[in-house]
């Protein structure tokens, strides 16, 4: 059984920044890719960012890029979300998420383990 436990989130004013971590425990694999969604009241869990546990790579979604940056800590089995320049539209419900099959993609339904999510609200 793999447990994802998010934690970091918080109320933050546009332009400063947040830091989320996801503590995975159980079972998990080199292979694995790590992702973070997120979804905001009434609209879609849409893709934040992943990264591979394997060699560290990463993906964006558009809107993020050169704002956040996701890392991973192998040792510690966490993944990191290190968001900047926040705006009121990255307000939502963070979700950290885990695949097996090294997808890196942005469907949702694609991932295997969902951790609880952590609310992120940027004041304007």
């Known amino acids: 059984q793999v447990q994802l436990v998010e934690s970091g989130g918080g109320l933050v004013q546009a332009g400063g920044s947040l830091r989320l971590s996801c503590a995975a425990s159980g079972r998990t694999f080199s292979s694995w890719i790590m992702g973070w969604f997120r979804q905001a009241p009434g609209k879609e869990r849409e893709f934040v960012a992943a990264i591979s546990w394997r060699d560290g790579s990463t993906y964006y979604t558009d809107s993020v890029k050169g704002r956040f940056t996701i890392s991973r800590d192998n040792a510690k089995n966490t993944v990191y979300l290190q968001m900047n320049s926040l705006k009121p539209e990255d307000t939502a419900v963070y979700y950290c998420?885990?695949?097996?099959?090294?997808?890196?993609?942005?469907?949702?339904?694609?991932?295997?383990?969902w951790g609880q999510g952590t609310q992120v609200t940027v004041s304007s």
């Open positions: 998420a885990a695949n097996k099959r090294g997808y890196t993609g942005s469907y949702y339904n694609l991932y295997d383990f």
